[in-house]
């Protein structure tokens, strides 16, 4: 069964630092990854997704993330955090192929950003 | 476009009672989905409807059914109620290309369960 691995589970940084989430999974052939965030209070969102081609993926709100298929991982990053950005993010992955159609989630981490 | 919406918001229930999460989604999608999201755990797979008519259990489905009722409605019930179904329950929806499975899951807001 594939796995993934979220090694930070609260990371604290003030306005304007840089971030960085790592997101290592245990599959082996090919997949789709997500980066979802869940605002206090509020359901999940897509955050950016990775199905193909250019392994660095831009999403909303200045987030963008790297797959690198050799470290099996797909890392989210900003370059400059904001207050408002202070909430839970998911990786989550897919196989791409057959009929598996479910998604499995890694367990979170909080950012809490300082002001 | 509301997406996908669930009902009620928040519950209190006692141990064994029982009661039905309810799902909508008006963005046609064919597969449906319900999650529990427990602290420092993430979302887990209870249940999903890959199209209408079919259902299948994913991670953790003891203590759970579920009816897709049609392509836009997928409940959730709970027959006898335990305080270790204390979760939020989040219901997602996607849509699935016949010859590539690529999906993205949209979410719902969320049911805040509490059982005593």
């Known amino acids: 069964a594939q796995s993934v691995s979220q090694h930070n589970h609260h990371v604290i940084l003030s306005e304007a630092a840089s971030l960085e989430l790592g997101c290592n999974y245990s599959y082996g052939g090919t997949v789709n990854l997500f980066w979802y965030v869940q605002y206090p209070g509020q359901h999940l969102q897509l955050l950016l997704k990775?199905?193909?081609?250019?392994?660095l993926v831009k999403g909303i709100k200045g987030f963008e993330a790297e797959f690198i298929k050799s470290k099996f991982s797909f890392n989210l990053r900003k370059p400059s955090v904001q207050w408002s950005d202070t909430a839970e993010y998911f990786c989550a992955v897919k196989r791409s192929s057959g009929s598996a159609r479910q998604l499995t989630f890694g367990s979170g981490t909080q950012l809490t950003v300082l002001p | 476009n509301a997406g996908v919406t669930q009902t009620p918001k928040f519950q209190v229930l006692k141990t064994g009672q029982s009661m039905t999460l309810q799902c909508a989604q008006d963005?046609?999608?064919?597969?449906m989905y319900w999650y529990r999201q427990d602290p420092g755990m993430g979302l887990r797979l209870i249940y999903y409807?890959?199209?209408?008519?079919?259902?299948d259990k994913g991670e953790v489905p003891n203590g759970y059914n579920v009816s897709r009722l049609n392509k836009r409605e997928f409940s959730l019930r709970l027959e006898s109620a335990a305080p270790s179904q204390t979760s939020v329950y989040f219901c997602?929806?996607?849509?699935?290309?016949?010859?590539?499975?690529?999906?993205?899951?949209?979410f719902g807001p969320g049911t805040r369960l509490t059982v005593l």
């Open positions: 963005m046609n999608h064919n597969s």
């Open positions: 409807s890959a199209s209408e008519g079919t259902t």
């Open positions: 990775y199905f193909s081609g250019d392994p």
């Open positions: 997602a929806s996607s849509r699935t290309y016949r010859e590539i499975n690529v999906d993205t899951q949209y």
